[in-house]
């Protein structure tokens, strides 16, 4: 009879088939969110699900009202789908680059959700092992100050929160 013990590798941490939460939205913080998000999720054998929220509640009612009235009223549905189609090719992207890196091709799952992007986030993520956004700062002083999306998910965390820092461009 074989033990679970006895069937693991002793270098590798054992599998939780949890599920790693990373907010995109075509940003270069959303690209490296998505990188360590697939990172994380690659040491545990967890699931990515990768949201992208193109449109606020806001912005749709604001469309062709006294805001905007000389606009046409854009197709939700096609914004939505053009929003999934922009995530997947980040996944895509950012799975090449890691390619050699990881033990395995982690499973991910890209969903479009129309709303605040951190409400959808905060949503999306309860009972996950953890969220992931990317840190929205520039320059200088506003490197210092989280993005409002990071900021809402850290006051309301529906799990651990990872914050992920801009990738150093080296000037």
Same mark, same amino acid.
């Given at each position: 009879?074989?033990?679970?013990?006895?069937?693991?590798?002793?270098?590798?941490?054992?599998?939780?088939?949890?599920?790693?939460?990373?907010?995109?939205?075509?940003?270069?913080?959303?690209?490296?969110?998505?990188?360590?998000?697939?990172?994380?999720?690659?040491?545990?054998?967890?699931?990515?699900?990768?949201?992208?929220?193109?449109?606020?509640?806001?912005? =749709? +009612?604001?469309?062709?009202?006294?805001?905007?009235?000389?606009?046409?009223?854009?197709?939700?549905?096609?914004?939505?789908?053009?929003?999934?189609?922009?995530?997947?090719?980040?996944?895509?992207?950012?799975? +090449?680059?890691?390619?050699?890196?990881?033990?395995?091709?982690?499973?991910?799952?890209?969903?479009?959700?129309?709303?605040?992007?951190?409400?959808? =986030?905060?949503?999306?993520?309860?009972?996950?092992?953890?969220?992931?956004?990317?840190?929205? +700062?520039?320059?200088?002083?506003?490197?210092?100050? =989280?993005?409002?999306?990071? =900021?809402?998910?850290?006051?309301?965390?529906?799990?651990?929160?990872?914050?992920?820092?801009?990738?150093?461009?080296?000037?």
């Amino acid at each position: 009879m074989t033990t679970a013990a006895a069937t693991e590798r002793p270098d590798e941490p054992p599998s939780t088939s949890g599920r790693v939460v990373v907010g995109v939205d075509g940003s270069s913080g959303s690209r490296e969110a998505l990188r360590a998000a697939i990172l994380a999720a690659d040491l545990r054998g967890d699931t990515v699900q990768v949201i992208t929220a193109p449109l606020s509640d806001t912005e =749709l +009612g604001a469309w062709g009202s006294a805001a905007w009235p000389a606009m046409p009223l854009p197709d939700p549905d096609r914004i939505v789908d053009a929003a999934r189609d922009t995530a997947r090719s980040m996944v895509a992207d950012v799975l +090449g680059e890691l390619d050699g890196r990881l033990r395995t091709t982690p499973r991910v799952d890209v969903q479009a959700v129309p709303g605040n992007p951190a409400r959808v =986030l905060i949503e999306a993520a309860r009972g996950a092992d953890r969220l992931v956004v990317g840190h929205r +700062g520039r320059g200088a002083v506003s490197s210092l100050v =989280l993005g409002s999306v990071g =900021l809402h998910c850290l006051a309301d965390p529906p799990c651990p929160v990872t914050i992920v820092p801009p990738a150093d461009d080296g000037s």
